[in-house]
């Protein structure tokens, strides 16, 4: 078959990486892709938010399959889009449709949606334009930190965790008044705060099983302690020791089982990817925020566990017929460590040349923001390479990771030198 990923990030070299190892896959396209992804397939330009242009390069090209990696196509609604076009009923597209990616889409709606399926998660309220005065008031009601939330999509950075009473009302300002991100910020979603450790949890759904994928933890702060700026993800690690027996069954039963039902139920169609992002408080899950789509960068340690071929399993969304398949997954842990550009996640240069990959030993690198010229391996964004690796033991993986970390440079490379370092009391 012909399969097209839609993305240029970390997930979808990954993804790219992953499925261009199936025998079932003749030629893999992927747009607009980066530099990683043009080793493993065909990179094509693409507006992928343009849903017409994709759907002419699907029909053009004897597409079967598409996979969507980032978020913002499938809140926008093109598994409606291919759903709804007489031509296109061939094709599978692996996301949910518009009110499935709603998960992801808006905090309020998906906390409305926890409450009513009893999936457990912290007490919240939410505020709209022109209501600062009584989302202030109502900050008087919580115990500090306080957690604010943009109601919308921002990119992983749409969150405020503030001790600070007068910086948390600044915020909330700066939110619902002075639009500091834009529309996703119009609707502002408060909550109790959750004292744990986080760790990441996906499935693959068709929307009446699903298949439990490795857990992940990533790390989103730009600064070493879980200190400074939110990112798009520093590093992760998988697998997460405390997520095993006891503390896993209570997610399946407490808050996978019941999500998958409550989409069921409200009829709403979503077969594809689900990111549980779960916060573990004295042993019990709690959900703090759902994504309609791989994580990043979970995925670049979570896809090379998989031994699975994963076409087969995607395919298997079209018929409802996933609980006839089982996953393998590799027994080794696998550490990912993001290279990002000097002064991320404010403003940075790109451009820069990138050196070194060629000296890398028993690491896998995924390209997220990278380009390559004639000559020359350049930087086109914040977040630039991952560099995964895989081993018996934690400590060892993300030795390796950091080993290869050090031989690749670009012009005010910088990377976190304790990813991972939190969970090894815990020892895997």
């Not at 399946?252 to 549980?276: A, D, K, S």
């Amino acid at each position: 078959m012909n399969v097209l990923i839609l993305g240029s990030g970390g997930r979808e070299h990954a993804l790219a990486w992953k499925l261009a190892q199936s025998p079932l896959v003749q030629q893999l396209y992927i747009a607009p892709g980066n530099a990683g992804t043009a080793l493993a397939g065909s990179n094509v330009s693409i507006n992928i938010d343009d849903f017409e242009a994709v759907a002419d390069f699907v029909l053009s090209h004897q597409i079967t399959m598409v996979v969507v990696g980032p978020e913002v196509p499938l809140v926008n609604g093109i598994r409606d889009y291919f759903d709804n076009n007489k031509k296109l009923s061939d094709v599978l597209l692996v996301g949910p449709s518009a009110a499935g990616a709603r998960l992801e889409g808006s905090k309020d709606f998906a906390k409305q949606f926890m409450q009513r399926h009893r999936i457990p998660t912290a007490a919240y309220a939410a505020f709209g334009k022109g209501e600062t005065t009584e989302a202030c008031q109502y900050l008087r009601k919580l115990t500090p930190p306080y957690v604010l939330k943009a109601d919308g999509l921002a990119a992983g950075k749409g969150v405020v965790i503030t001790e600070n009473y007068e910086e948390a009302c600044q915020s909330l300002r700066q939110m619902l008044d002075e639009n500091v991100f834009g529309e996703a910020g119009h609707r502002v979603v408060i909550e109790e705060f959750l004292k744990g450790i986080e760790v990441s949890v996906f499935v693959l759904t068709d929307g009446k099983s699903y298949l439990l994928l490795p857990e992940a933890k990533d790390y989103k702060r730009i600064g070493e302690g879980d200190t400074g700026k939110n990112t798009g993800g520093m590093g992760a690690v998988s697998p997460v020791s405390f997520a095993q027996g006891e503390f896993m069954r209570r997610v399946q039963q407490q808050i996978i089982h019941p999500t998958i039902e409550g989409l069921r139920v409200e009829n709403i169609l979503y077969q594809g990817f689900i990111f549980f992002g779960l916060i573990n408080v004295g042993g019990n899950p709690y959900v703090i925020e759902y994504n309609c789509r791989l994580g990043d960068p979970e995925a670049e340690v979570v896809i090379p566990r998989l031994v699975t071929d994963l076409v087969p399993l995607l395919w298997a969304l079209r018929d409802q017929s996933l609980h006839q398949h089982q996953l393998q997954i590799d027994e080794r842990h696998a550490a990912t460590i993001f290279l990002v550009s000097g002064g991320y996640p404010d403003a940075y240069e790109t451009g820069k040349p990138i050196t070194g990959l060629e000296n890398l030993e028993e690491s896998l690198v995924f390209h997220a923001a990278t380009h390559r010229g004639k000559n020359t391996l350049v930087t086109t964004g914040g977040r630039v390479l991952a560099i995964t690796s895989l081993a018996k033991t934690s400590a060892q993986a993300l030795q390796l990771s950091y080993e290869n970390a050090a031989k690749i440079d670009f012009d005010k490379k910088y990377y976190r030198k304790d990813i991972g370092r939190d969970l090894l009391s815990y020892e895997f």
